[in-house]
């Protein structure tokens, strides 16, 4: 089994499958933008050399080249930094290189430029796309923690995954504190409506920490089955199209209790986005009991 571990001259990670595809991130992108803008414009202190990092762009890092576009019509000066830990993906990379964006060799622990005087590269927002899905769970906090200690203290970690197409995906937000650790901030259900509203397809693209947790009495189950009774509750909605029912879904979703951030606006959008206080990413319940 791979090991999250940092070392100086050792990557930390592995190859993943690099499978991607023009606009599969296009709705993350978007919810990058909207979410917090404020983080992508700041410049003052640490701030004024902070990138936005893409980890694990795949086999071409044409999301990192969209990504990039969507990000920069918040901030036109926004430098990128794609990082993949395979040679021969960051050398394919380097003619999509230039203008604010470059790609280098690393893992969880960045290929970050240092300088003597203290000013070196900083990092405000982390995206991980299809990566930690391939990991063994106990090994999303290692690397929870270590990506955590190279991003600035009011900055985000995404860690997402996505069906093949981009049209239905989950975001883990991580923000990083003053001390360098990390509390989850909310978990998103992103969909980019094209296709009918499927609470199965949420499910089961989960990021990894809460994949294999459908056990009764785990917060994250009951999140999903509460999920799954309101979009069978709406589904008149349905037509009007997937967008109605969405919102409709979230809506009621809202008005049973649960936290829903922003609910009117970002339903719309397709993003629906969960600050729910229970969530955890250690298991609530024993599976063996």
């Known amino acids: 089994m791979h090991r999250i571990q940092h070392t100086d001259s050792r990557l930390s990670g592995q190859v993943t499958r690099g499978k991607t595809a023009p606009n599969r991130l296009r709705s993350s992108d978007h919810f990058l933008a909207s979410y917090d803008p404020s983080l992508l414009k700041q410049y003052d202190g640490a701030f004024a050399r902070a990138l936005y990092v893409d980890l694990g762009y795949g086999s ?62 900083t990092v405000r927002l982390l995206r991980a796309f299809n990566v930690l899905r391939q990991y063994e769970e106990s090994e999303v906090e290692p690397a929870y923690d270590l990506l955590a200690s190279q991003v600035l203290p009011g900055g985000l970690i995404v860690d997402g995954t996505s069906d093949p197409y981009g049209r239905v995906w989950t975001a883990n937000l991580l923000r990083v504190g003053p001390d360098g650790t990390w509390h989850l901030e909310a978990l ?102």
């Open 60 to 121: 071409e890092p044409v999301t990192t080249v969209e990504s990039a576009a969507r990000l920069r019509r918040v901030n036109p000066m926004l430098p990128v930094l794609g990082v993949e830990i395979s040679p021969e993906r960051v050398e394919n990379a380097q003619r999509w290189a230039g203008k604010g964006i470059s790609f280098r060799l690393g893992g969880f622990n960045l290929p970050l430029q240092r300088r003597s005087g203290g000013d070196g590269e």
């Open 188 to 289: 998103v259900l992103g969909s980019n409506f094209r296709g009918e509203l499927d609470p199965e397809a949420f499910q089961t693209r989960l990021p990894k920490c809460f994949i294999h947790r459908a056990v009764p009495g785990d917060p994250v189950l009951e999140l999903i089955e509460d999920w799954r009774a309101v979009t069978r509750d709406t589904r008149g909605s349905s037509v009007w199209g997937p967008r109605a029912w969405f919102t409709a879904a979230g809506n009621l979703l809202a008005a049973r209790g649960r936290a829903v951030t922003q609910p009117g606006r970002w339903l719309r959008r397709g993003w629906l986005v969960l600050a729910e206080p229970g969530l955890s990413l250690r298991p609530t319940t024993d599976p063996e009991n």
